[in-house]
């Protein structure tokens, strides 16, 4: 990889595929300008400094490329929220006891209810394509909330004590909480990233 | 003409030139030379990511190449990217008439 590819690449933050293919392409026409001006007869030196400065500055072109990075990053983490809170969200009421709860615990479950309703907005608009500015970051902030409300309710609900008996067998009970604990922290997993990816200034 | 003059209708000219032909992103960046008589200092690297958010939009498909022993990643205009060109055409058509009327008063 040239000096020019590689101070392009440097700051870039995003999918890792996406990243490798975009700086892939980026240096074969690189190399295919440095090739071209070798061809009138530059030697290899003048060839890569003219053709850096037709491509031009590192930075101005790897903040083009993360602009493409955090959209890609949007959009996954923003399917990531659309197939896990609809799941999740089932696999929690499951959870819940027979008979009457307690005031305190329908209020956690609406708090809920309410974080994950807004995180189910915000991705369903990024992938709508109706939410492009600083997609990335906002998806990750709302996974981030979201998880940590449903989190926090429900350690503030098996506190209370108030949930009642599950009405699930222990097989039952032991595959909903691994199911659970998978969508929780593939949703964290991926908003972490989205936030990081979004945050990248160059 | 400047970068900062024609950041705007990037997407516009790439897809103008897509018309002509599929062409990869090394093939484009000569095109734009060429056809504007070398009047367009762009920074060549821009390029690359701009066709990568016109794939994003639908307005073209890349797909990967090998020709010659180089790898290239060669695009193609789709339908909704002509949609986009006819309507990138006419604004700036409608843009020159304004600029001209108003800079000729």
């Given at each position: 990889m040239s000096d020019y590819v590689a101070s392009v690449a440097a700051p870039l933050r995003g999918p890792r595929r996406l990243r490798a293919d975009m700086v892939a392409e980026l240096g074969d026409g690189f190399e295919e300008a440095v090739a071209e001006r070798e061809a009138a007869g530059l030697g290899r030196d003048r060839a890569l400094a003219e053709a850096a400065a037709e491509f031009g500055e590192p930075r101005l072109v790897a903040a083009e490329i993360q602009r493409e990075l955090a959209a890609a990053q949007a959009r996954r983490t923003a399917w990531t929220l659309l197939i896990a809170l609809p799941a999740l969200t089932i696999m929690w009421d499951l959870f819940g006891g027979d008979g009457e709860p307690a005031l305190a615990v329908v209020l956690l479950a609406r708090l809920t209810d309410l974080a994950t309703a807004s995180a189910f907005t915000v991705a369903a608009l990024v992938v709508a394509g109706r939410l492009e500015r600083r997609a990335a970051a906002l998806c990750g902030a709302a996974g981030l909330v979201q998880i940590t409300v449903a989190l926090g309710c429900s350690a503030a609900i098996s506190a209370i004590g108030a949930s009642g008996p599950p009405g699930l067998d222990p097989a039952s009970w032991w595959w909903l909480s691994a199911g659970s604990a998978v969508g929780a922290a593939w949703i964290a997993v991926s908003a972490v990233r989205a936030l990081r990816v979004g945050r990248t200034a160059i | 003409m400047d970068a900062d003059g024609?950041?705007?209708?990037l997407d516009t000219l790439i897809l103008a030139t897509l018309k002509r032909g599929e062409a990869h992103g090394y093939a484009i960046i000569a095109a734009l030379r060429e056809t504007s008589g070398e009047q367009?200092?762009?920074p060549s690297g821009t390029v690359y990511p701009?066709?990568?958010r016109l794939e994003r939009s639908g307005y073209v498909e890349g797909k990967w190449t090998q020709a010659g022993g180089r790898r290239r990643r060669v695009y193609a205009i789709t339908a909704e990217g002509l949609i986009a060109l006819a309507?990138?055409?006419a604004d700036w058509l409608a843009l020159r008439e304004?600029?001209?009327s108003v800079l000729g008063a």
């Open positions: - | 024609i950041h705007g209708q367009l200092d762009l701009a066709l990568r309507k990138g055409r304004v600029m001209a």
